[in-house]
């Protein structure tokens, strides 16, 4: 042990003097100690010397060893809390690690097994502290608010953030499903002024269109027939903060209306109301539709579109910054490490480049479900590994073996690119019944084209493909 280092702290909660005696003579040598004879004590004490390991007796005196327990694993997460247990209660000792015990010691122990106890405690609890650490170092380097990523996509949304955060101007995040646009928001407001005051969000999808008006504007009491108490509505409750509205595409035409009144104006009447009431609220609008092609097709109003496009955020998909992939999977991962406080986990380096590689057509929200599965199929592994992934990741590995053999020095570039186009165009075919025509417009090149390349790559046409070709058949 390093002798520089100041001695940890122990904590022996135990009614029995003659316990706490022989308990501080083994740890004396290496620990500071300090004892209670009870639950009130022992909390006290807890609370003034913030120990770096406790040793609770688990029947005290007018208490419940494990409600003790409890109240301290509320306080201090961090604090390992070692149970000490009769030797019958295994039971007990069970319901204790179910708490939060880092461990238990039957009494009476065993002098050699104490300091291994103790010991090994306070080194997961060093290792904790690291991780903690240098998660902190990434969280610094690599994110902004909740916002992970060092991707240059990201990184270019950060700085976007930093310029329009402060400004009350309207902002339009768009993207992908599970992107992290709501993160965006609440990114913009938190490192805006306007940090201390409301942020609201409202799910425009998850009303009905006659809820709505009144969820966004409030109503006068009786304007309607459920109307039975005079509500606020959001735009209110967000004054001088921001209001978040998602799924923006969804909205209906009227509410459309009232909204762009709203964005002119900055005032509105609840419904049934008179009094125009002024509010200084900053919008942040969200939608993974495409709010210009909704437009186009006169389901979203192009005044209302121009309001709320004023600044517009881009999310890319979690595809097109692949280099996040790892990092966001890792911050996840040690996320649920420590709610959890199990041991040690890490990925492997084939359940790593398995994320890597797979398209994330959920993208980051996706990404956090499978991490959190692979958290929970790896139980106390040290590593995660492919099996701990769910098979879609695993499935479309043609293209990537082709890689792999290609870098690997196995097969040469132009092979590889032609095995691949072999069975994409096979692919096609197999997709359109051999229907050449069909295949061709399928891959975007003419059928003469196709043609070549099949013949190129050797492709036939199987004896029992279809035989109704539109046009004249192309013999082999
Ligand atoms: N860059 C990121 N760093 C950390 N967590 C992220 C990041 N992006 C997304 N997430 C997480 O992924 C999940 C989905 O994010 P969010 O709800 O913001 O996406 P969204 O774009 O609003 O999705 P949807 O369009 O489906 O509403 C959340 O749990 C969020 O915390
Ligand atoms: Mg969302």
Redesign the pocket.
């Known amino acids: 042990m390093d002798n520089s280092a100041p001695k940890k702290r122990v904590l022996l909660i135990d009614d029995e003097a003659r316990v706490r005696t022989s308990l501080k003579m083994v740890l004396e040598p290496s620990y500071d100690i300090s004892q209670a004879a009870d639950a009130q004590e022992g909390l006290e004490v807890f609370r003034k010397e913030g120990p770096d390991l406790v040793l609770l007796d688990v029947i005290l005196p007018g208490t419940d060893g494990l409600a003790v327990l409890q109240t301290l694993r509320s306080e201090s997460k961090m604090t390992p809390v070692i149970m000490l247990t009769g030797t019958k209660s295994v039971k007990t000792a069970v319901d204790a690690m179910k708490l939060g015990a880092a461990d238990y010691l039957s009494k009476p122990f065993d002098v050699e097994e104490l300091r291994i106890v103790v010991d090994r405690a306070l080194n997961s609890l060093e290792l904790e502290r690291e991780v903690k650490q240098l998660r902190a170092q990434v969280v610094q380097r690599y994110a902004f608010h ?4 060092k991707s240059q996509g ?1 990184q270019e949304i950060y700085a976007k953030i930093e310029q329009v955060s402060d400004s009350r101007t309207t902002v339009l995040v768009t ?1 992908e ?7 965006v928001a609440k990114a913009l407001h938190y490192n805006s002024s306007r940090r201390e005051r409301p942020f609201v969000a409202l799910n425009c999808a998850a009303l009905p269109e006659t809820l709505i008006e009144s969820e966004l504007f409030g109503h006068e009491k009786g304007s309607f027939t459920d109307a039975t108490a005079r509500r606020v509505g959001q735009f209110e409750l967000a004054n001088t903060g921001t209001l978040f509205l ?1 799924e923006i595409g969804d909205l209906s035409p009227v509410t459309q209306a009232k909204l762009l009144r709203v964005f002119q104006e900055r005032e509105f009447t609840r419904i049934g109301g008179v009094q125009s009431i002024k509010v200084d609220v900053r919008i942040v609008a ?1 939608t ?1 539709q495409n709010l210009d092609e909704l437009v186009r097709k006169g389901q979203f109003r192009e005044d209302l579109y121009y309001r709320i496009n004023v600044i517009a955020l881009y ?1 890319p998909p979690l595809r097109e910054r692949g280099e996040d992939i790892a990092l ?1 999977a890792k ?1 996840f991962l040690a996320k649920r490490v420590e709610e959890e406080r199990r041991p040690h986990i890490e990925f492997g380096k084939d359940a790593l480049e398995l994320l890597t590689r797979y398209p994330w057509p959920g993208n ?2 996706e990404l ?1 479900n499978i991490v959190e599965q692979a958290f929970i199929w790896s139980q106390n592994a040290a590593q995660i590994t492919p099996e701990h992934l769910p098979t879609i990741l695993k499935s479309d590995s043609r293209s990537s073996s082709l890689r792999d053999d290609t870098l690997a020095g196995r097969m040469s570039l132009e092979k590889a690119v032609m095995e691949f186009e072999r069975e994409i165009i096979l692919d096609a075919l197999k997709r359109t019944n051999y229907v050449q025509t069909h295949a061709a417009n399928l891959l975007g090149i003419s059928r003469r084209m196709l043609k070549y390349r099949m013949d190129t790559l050797g492709i036939g046409r199987p004896d029992n493909a279809a035989s109704q070709e539109p046009e004249p058949a192309v013999q082999e």
């Open positions: 909740n916002l992970i990523g990201m993207g499903s599970g992107t992290g646009k709501e993160l998602d969200a993974n999310l966001l911050h980051v929200r956090e």
